[in-house]
């Protein structure tokens, strides 16, 4: 499943003398007035990105393969899941390795 990559835009107001301007662009003789300047910005999401996925993992008692869904934000985490099949209890490890999430399920 691919990540959910998302931005939002804010708008930044910069103040310039008419000095700072390019000639041509209606300068003024008193130097003194300023133009308020809007700009938008592109501000990436604050917070790591979040990856989710389905995985298949063998159940480490009776050896069927079964479909769990994890996502990075449980890097780290020790699972505690019931086999599908056998219904026999399992730890299951999850981690984040080079931006794909891993797991691994153990006898509990």
């Not at 990075?72 to 080079?98: F, I, K, T, Y």
Request: aromatic content about 4%; proline content about 5%; some cysteine.
């Amino acid at each position: 499943m691919k990540s959910k990559a998302s931005s939002r835009r804010k708008v930044q107001t910069v103040d310039r003398t008419e000095q700072d301007k390019k000639p041509g662009r209606g300068s003024s003789d008193s130097g003194e007035n300023l133009e308020t300047v809007l700009r938008a910005v592109v501000a990436e999401e604050e917070g790591p990105q979040v990856i989710e996925e389905w995985l298949s993992i063998p159940c480490p008692y009776c050896g069927e393969q079964f479909e769990l869904h994890v996502s990075s934000a449980q890097d780290g985490q020790l699972l505690s899941e019931d086999c599908q099949v056998c219904c026999r209890p399992m730890a299951v490890n999850v981690w984040v390795e080079d931006g794909a999430i891993q797991a691994e399920a153990t006898r509990s």
